[in-house]
């Protein structure tokens, strides 16, 4: 005869149901799922919308959604736990669609770079061309490119912006949002050493000769430079700090000393050790990683990786004791307190920077580490040899591998798809014959980036060819570019 909609019996009192709810607030899925088997009262309380919708937004689901959006939030966890469970399963086995971004009259893979998905390549041809792996059916579109093409020399992408640089020392930059001409171009006199573009943000930095020009947009959007350093050295490496308010921040590594450029502090050394040139070089929004090698009269003192904070300026933590020099590092995208280093002595390692001890040591590869990264569960490295490895971290246990003809010079994965990047060294091989310098003729020189999707389920052997997705709408090629007359994929 008891209210039990509005009074919520508790033992020995009633509550109100507002007052029960911010209690069961406290409760996780197991919790909930035992109090829904006390009574039709608490069952009501224990389904209630807003405390599966919590708990869906804590274990990071559905961040974009508000609670209106599904009718049963407890039946959203449950399909979202599944899916992950199954994409963990299919990374493990390798089980996936797999397809190959090739573009043929770009002539020869120079870099690439992605961006949640979306892949960013230039060309010996000068040409830069864009794809959104996320739509297999995407029609890759070709950025403008200078007047004069010349190859490409780097290539960032984020969220909003494409930014390239040429072997003239040009720079052009492009909107994601307005079209397929630059918003900005602007030249240097020397060749291009390194380029940097904010993850989250619109400036870009650029090292050519001695000197690191920062350009950003104002809130007009018209392009201006904020700042210009002098730097003593060639850069070697360069980055932009992420979520930076005000004037950009940037971290330049030239031979032996690491620089961090403050518009209002424009001199400032983070670090500077005579006979210790840095290897490698990564930034997260407060800290700063970098590789250094010891040769000489510091042969005493083994290879190591510095980690720096950026608000104090101080070295936190030294990590690593190797011969061989660290080639890659990876800070911005590893879990917290935690980085993954690549070294020439093929082995790849993870640090936890709280205690500066090595969690793991993984033998490899036949040559150096070229590319590193990390998540909660795996470790993605490529290698010189042009070797992909995927390893359980936990386990220490290479999970699979995959090999191409170039060294992997860029790998970036999330939760359901791995884009890895072979990009060769020579960027002018020549043919058959002695006077014969068309790289077109021969596809083995190009480089190639593949592209896995995991959210399908099927194997990556059985996964539809490239070459079987196209629209068919030309019907002759040249060499292995062949174009199909017969649409067998809609048999």
């Known amino acids: ?128 061309r864009l794809w959104d792996t996320r739509a297999w059916d995407y029609t890759a579109p070709v950025l403008a490119a200078p007047p004069a093409p010349a190859h490409v020399s780097f290539v960032r992408i984020n969220s909003s912006l494409a930014v390239a640089a040429y072997e003239d020392g040009s720079v052009s930059v492009w909107s994601l949002l307005f079209g397929q001409e630059p918003i900005h171009h602007f030249q240097h006199n020397q060749r291009i050493q390194a380029l940097a573009l904010a993850p989250g943000g619109t400036a870009v930095a650029t090292a050519s ?46 031979e032996d000393i690491v620089y961090l450029l403050k518009a209002e502090d424009p001199g400032r050394i983070l670090h500077s050790v005579y006979g210790q040139p840095v290897t490698c070089l990564d930034v997260s929004a407060r800290e700063a990683a970098f590789g250094i090698k010891t040769f000489g009269w510091l042969l005493n003192e083994p290879n190591q990786i510095l980690l720096y904070n950026l608000e104090t300026n101080q070295c936190v933590s030294k990590v690593g004791n190797s011969l061989g020099d660290f080639s890659c590092v990876n800070l911005h995208s590893s879990p917290p307190n935690m980085l993954v280093a690549g070294n020439k002595d093929r082995r790849v390692r993870v640090f936890d920077v709280r205690s500066g001890a090595a969690v793991s040591s993984l033998c490899a590869h036949q040559l150096g580490v070229s590319a590193v990264r990390m998540d909660e569960w795996k470790i993605v490295s490529g290698g010189e040899e042009g070797l992909v490895c995927v390893w359980d971290q936990r386990m220490g246990t290479k999970l699979w591998e995959m090999h191409a003809r170039h060294p992997v010079r860029h790998v970036w994965f999330n939760s359901h798809s791995l884009i ?60 292995y570019n062949i174009g199909l007359a017969v649409p067998y994929d809609s048999i």
Not at 31 to 46: D, F, H, N, Y
Not at 422 to 449: A, F, Q
């Open 1 to 128: 005869l008891q209210n039990e909609i509005n009074e919520v019996p508790f033992f020995d009192v009633q509550l109100p149901y507002e007052l029960a709810l911010k209690i069961f607030q406290y409760l996780g899925k197991a919790e909930l799922g035992r109090c829904a088997q006390v009574s039709r009262t608490w069952k009501i309380l224990a389904e209630d919308e807003v405390l599966w919708y919590r708990l869906c937004q804590e274990e990071g689901y559905l961040l974009d959604m508000s609670i209106s959006d599904h009718s049963c939030w407890k039946l959203a966890l449950k399909n979202c736990r599944a899916r992950e469970q199954m994409l963990k399963t299919n990374w493990k086995n390798r089980v996936g669609a797999v397809s190959q971004l090739r573009y043929e009259p770009g002539r020869v893979l120079c870099d690439v770079h992605c961006c949640d998905g979306v892949v960013m390549a230039g060309y010996s041809s000068g040409e830069v």
């Open 209 to 254: 000769g001695f000197e690191v020009k920062v350009e950003n947009p104002d809130d007009r959007g018209f392009w201006q430079t904020p700042a210009t350093f002098e730097i003593q050295k060639l850069v070697n490496f360069l980055n932009l700090v992420p979520d930076v308010t005000g004037s950009p921040v940037a971290v330049a590594a030239a």
């Open 420 to 479: 890895t990047a072979n990009i060769p060294e020579e960027k002018n091989p020549r043919g058959p014959s002695i006077t014969d310098d068309d790289p077109s003729v021969h596809r083995k020189y190009r480089g190639v980036i593949y592209s896995y999707d995991f959210s399908v389920d099927q194997l990556s052997v059985e996964s539809v060819l490239p070459i079987c997705r196209s629209s068919y709408d030309e019907l002759a090629g040249y060499n």
